[in-house]
Nanobody, 118 residues
Framework: EVQLVESGGGLVQPGESLRLSCTASGFKFSTYTMNWIRQVPGKGFEWVSSIVAGTGTEYYLDSVKGRFAISRDNAKSTLYLQMNSLKTEDTGVYYC???????????RGQGTQVTVSS
């Protein structure tokens, strides 16, 4: 059974940073492309970033390029999202998922709330 557990969210002010983590189990993590997606209240899911298995190629939503960095530790089956220079529009519930690049589908965990507010 695929299990994904996100953590690291919180309440921060604009310009501050957070590091999200996602611990995976139930599948061979190292062979799967992993994504971060987010859900803003009243809206659907929005893809944020992907990291490809093997090559480690990274992809980012235009609005987070240069501020967010996705990474993975295959030995720990853990996915990360370093978020710097956070903006109010980054507020939402962040989920990690498995799947193809830029996808919002696939299994996901319970999510972690990120709130950026002054």
């Amino acid at each position: 059974e695929v299990q994904l557990v996100e953590s690291g969210g919180g309440l921060v002010q604009p310009g501050e940073s957070l590091r999200l983590s996602c611990t995976a189990s139930g599948f061979k993590f190292s062979t799967y492309t992993m994504n971060w997606i987010r859900q803003v209240p009243g809206k659907g899911f929005e893809w944020v970033s992907s990291i490809v298995a093997g090559t480690g190629t990274e992809y980012y939503l235009d609005s987070v390029k240069g501020r967010f960095a996705i990474s993975r530790d295959n030995a720990k089956s853990t996915l990360y999202l370093q978020m710097n220079s956070l903006k109010t529009e980054d507020t939402g519930v962040y989920y990690c998922t498995t799947g193809v690049v830029r996808s919002t589908g696939g299994p996901r965990g319970q999510g972690t709330q990120v709130t950026v507010s002054s």
